[in-house]
């Protein structure tokens, strides 16, 4: 079993920046890839990026390559995803998920986190 907690969501102006953390415990949790996902308001959740647990493999969907930043901290059991540039679609709730694979399906992971909310205004 393993519990994710997120944190560091808020709000922000377009073009600034954010670093969402999320906190992992539980047995088991370094041998999990995690991914960063998101849901807007009346959209299907989406993937953002994924890391595997050794952090050799890295994955970023299209909207977000070259603007955000997915890291992994095994010592803290945190993963971290650094967001520069970011545009008001960005905004939505973004959770993290633990899973056995750095894939892009939601529901191919296992574990998730309640959500933390990033509102960028234009």
């Known amino acids: 079993q393993v519990q994710l907690v997120e944190s560091g969501g808020g709000l922000v102006q377009a073009g600034g920046s954010l670093r969402l953390s999320c906190a992992a415990s539980g047995r088991g949790y370094m041998r999990y890839v995690i991914g960063w996902f998101r849901q807007a308001p009346g959209k299907e959740r989406e993937f953002t990026a994924a890391i595997s647990w050794s952090g050799g493999s890295i994955t970023y969907s299209r909207s977000v390559k070259g603007r955000f930043t997915i890291s992994r901290d095994n010592a803290r059991n945190t993963v971290a995803l650094q967001m520069n540039s970011l545009k008001p679609e960005d905004t939505a709730v973004y959770y993290c998920?633990?899973?056995?694979?750095?894939?892009?399906?939601?529901?191919?992971?296992?574990?998730w986190g309640q959500g933390t909310q990033v509102t960028v205004s234009s």
């Open positions: 998920a633990a899973g056995p694979s750095v894939v892009e399906t939601a529901r191919l992971y296992d574990y």
